[in-house]
Nanobody
Framework: QVQFVESGGALVQPGGSLKLSCVAS????????MGWYRQAPGKQFKELVA????????SYEAFVKGRFTMSRDNTKNMIFLQMKDLEPEDTAVYYC???????WGQGTRVTVSS
């Protein structure tokens, strides 16, 4: 199993930016597909935000496309999510995980509010 630790979440004003990081406990170069997910307050399930297959360009859900950028650094066993033009609707706990899933980490909380 691989464990993930997310960081970088914060309180930010609408229109602001944040960069989230996720470090894996093992080498992720053999993990073909990685994703960022989020769980909004009061929502029962996590939703996919972005995912990346190997060295291919990342894919994004429509509600973040053009605002979020996902990247991975296999040499550091890390993936990143650069977020800009944040909206209150982006408020959530953000998680990274492989596909298929490994155990979920604690996530990192992003709050977008004035």
């Amino acid at each position: 199993q691989v464990q993930f630790v997310e960081s970088g979440g914060a309180l930010v004003q609408p229109g602001g930016s944040l960069k989230l990081s996720c470090v894996a406990s093992k080498n992720i170069s053999s993990i073909y597909q990685m994703g960022w997910y989020r769980q909004a307050p009061g929502k029962q399930f996590k939703e996919l935000v972005a995912h990346i297959y190997g060295a291919n360009a990342p894919s994004y859900e429509a509600f973040v496309k053009g605002r979020f950028t996902m990247s991975r650094d296999n040499t550091k066993n890390m993936i990143f999510l650069q977020m800009k033009d944040l909206e209150p609707e982006d408020t959530a706990v953000y998680y990274c995980n492989s596909i298929p899933y490994n155990p979920w980490g604690q996530g990192t909380r992003v709050t977008v509010s004035s």
